[in-house]
């Protein structure tokens, strides 16, 4: 049986369970912190207990920041025909891996 949770994180969620390695947006801890996330709601693989918060639980999950890292470049063209008009910018986001220890 497993223990699944929602967490938010950087205005998104993620659904996790303990042992999982997630992206996340950059989180300003240093590598190797324990950190408690978000909960929205804890469930089980069979679905005989669930806990839903309102919006958030007391109940925290905790996790541990692995590394941060660059994610990959994402290239933004713009262009106008007949015009000789062109433009590329990138973009490169900035992310932080986290491994869940605790549901």
Same mark, same amino acid.
């Given at each position: 049986?497993?223990?699944? #949770?929602?967490?938010?994180?950087? +205005?998104?969620?993620? $659904?996790? /369970?303990?042992?999982?390695?997630?992206? =996340?947006?950059? *989180?300003?801890?240093?590598?190797?912190?324990?950190?408690?996330?978000?909960?929205?709601a804890?469930?089980?693989?069979? #679905?005989?207990?669930?806990?839903? +918060?309102?919006?958030? $639980?007391? /109940?925290?999950?905790?996790a541990?920041? =692995?590394?941060? *890292?660059?994610?990959?470049?994402?290239?933004?063209?713009?262009?106008?025909?007949?015009?000789?008009?062109?433009?590329?910018?990138?973009?490169?986001?900035?992310?932080?891996?986290?491994?869940?220890?605790?549901?």
């Amino acid at each position: 049986m497993f223990r699944y #949770g929602v967490v938010r994180t950087g +205005g998104k969620q993620y $659904l996790v /369970k303990e042992g999982d390695l997630i992206t =996340v947006d950059r *989180l300003e801890t240093k590598e190797k912190d324990k950190i408690e996330l978000e909960t929205l709601a804890r469930f089980d693989d069979e #679905g005989k207990s669930v806990d839903l +918060g309102t919006p958030d $639980l007391t /109940k925290k999950v905790q996790a541990e920041v =692995v590394s941060h *890292l660059k994610g990959d470049k994402i290239r933004v063209a713009r262009f106008k025909a007949k015009v000789r008009y062109r433009r590329v910018k990138g973009f490169r986001p900035q992310l932080t891996t986290l491994k869940i220890i605790k549901i």
